[in-house]
């Protein structure tokens, strides 16, 4: 969670794939109006976004229900966001990355191909309430290079993170001692 530029996509992707775990990226849950709504440099209400948090538990819902794990962004901005999303089955973690408004501007005037407006981070950061202590989960500054953060997230939260199999595997051909016994 977290507003625009502070890296979601980035830290969401690399944690994903060090997990072997699901991952979506919560713009593909907005629907077109709120695409645009975005591009033309609108901020969005809660009346937008509640049909699109419903989405992203919908989703994860569904990732419990396969017996998965997931990872998803969402900038998550207010409690009652939060709140809607701890609804969707099994535990709920959130990832608070925060990071100073200059740094956060001047990332998202990087960024290329991107809907979302730098004009719109002021914005985003009046509707943030951040991370409280009595949320499941943890805040990290975003200063920190994105396989850090990783780092700290399966450190902090001691997410089980899958081991490659260690059962040794005898060579092809080697076939000593293989009746039942």
Request: a negative charge; aromatic letters at 4%; hydrophobic letters at 35%.
């Given at each position: 969670?977290?507003?625009?530029?502070?890296?979601?996509?980035?830290?969401?992707?690399?944690?994903?794939?060090?997990?072997?775990?699901?991952?979506?990226e919560?713009?593909?849950?907005?629907?077109?109006?709120?695409?645009?709504?975005?591009?033309?440099?609108?901020?969005?209400?809660?009346?937008?976004?509640?049909?699109?948090?419903?989405?992203?538990?919908?989703?994860?819902?569904?990732?419990?229900?396969d017996?998965?794990?997931?990872?998803?962004?969402?900038?998550?901005?207010?409690?009652?966001?939060r709140d809607?999303?701890?609804?969707?089955?099994?535990?709920?973690?959130?990832?608070?990355?925060?990071?100073s408004?200059?740094?956060?501007?001047?990332?998202?005037?990087?960024?290329?191909?991107?809907?979302?407006?730098?004009?719109l981070l002021?914005?985003?950061?009046?509707?943030?309430?951040?991370?409280?202590?009595?949320?499941?989960?943890?805040?990290?500054?975003?200063?920190?290079?994105?396989?850090?953060?990783?780092?700290?997230?399966?450190?902090?939260?001691?997410?089980?993170?899958?081991?490659?199999?260690?059962?040794?595997?005898?060579?092809?051909g080697?076939?000593?001692?293989?009746?039942?016994?």
């Amino acid at each position: 969670m977290g507003v625009a530029g502070s890296g979601k996509t980035t830290v969401a992707t690399l944690l994903a794939e060090r997990m072997g775990r699901p991952y979506a990226e919560a713009d593909e849950f907005h629907p077109q109006a709120n695409i645009d709504k975005m591009s033309a440099g609108t901020p969005l209400t809660d009346e937008d976004r509640w049909p699109w948090l419903r989405a992203m538990r919908d989703w994860l819902d569904q990732q419990a229900a396969d017996d998965r794990s997931a990872v998803v962004t969402c900038s998550a901005l207010k409690r009652s966001y939060r709140d809607l999303l701890r609804t969707a089955h099994g535990r709920v973690r959130f990832v608070h990355l925060t990071g100073s408004p200059e740094l956060l501007a001047e990332r998202m005037a990087q960024r290329s191909g991107h809907f979302m407006p730098t004009s719109l981070l002021p914005s985003q950061l009046a509707t943030l309430e951040p991370l409280a202590d009595d949320e499941d989960g943890i805040t990290l500054d975003v200063g920190l290079a994105p396989a850090e953060l990783v780092d700290r997230i399966l450190t902090s939260t001691a997410l089980p993170v899958p081991q490659p199999s260690t059962t040794p595997h005898p060579p092809a051909g080697d076939h000593h001692d293989t009746e039942e016994r």
